[in-house]
């Protein structure tokens, strides 16, 4: 009988690891970013693009995973190139949207 290990099959996506932490409880604080994906948002589409970002990000020595719809964050982050992980900014408050710094 064959083993699964044998197959090679490696899952499509990875999983963030650490706590849920909300948006609030880290802006204008620095942070680790190590890793993002966008996905469909659960909510509606009236309220934003309908994407939502997560991101992977570390403060200290722990990890945390934070989920958001701002279109701005999505679109400087789908800007990094893939070897500027992990990096370091924080993440503000201007003109009622959220960007990094």
Not at 82 to 94: A, H, R, T
């Amino acid at each position: 009988m064959k083993k699964f290990s044998e197959f090679g099959i490696e899952t499509a996506s990875k999983s963030f690891i650490g706590t849920k932490i909300e948006m609030d409880n880290i802006l204008n604080n620095k942070i680790m970013v190590h890793a993002f994906r966008i996905v469909e948002s659960k909510y509606a589409k009236d309220k934003s693009n309908g994407k939502c970002l997560h991101l992977q990000i570390m403060i200290g020595a722990a990890y945390h995973v934070v989920f958001t719809g701002s279109g701005a964050l999505m679109d400087q982050i789908q800007q990094v190139p893939e070897n500027g992980f992990p990096f370091e900014s924080k993440i503000i408050k201007e003109n009622k949207r959220l960007i990094f710094t």
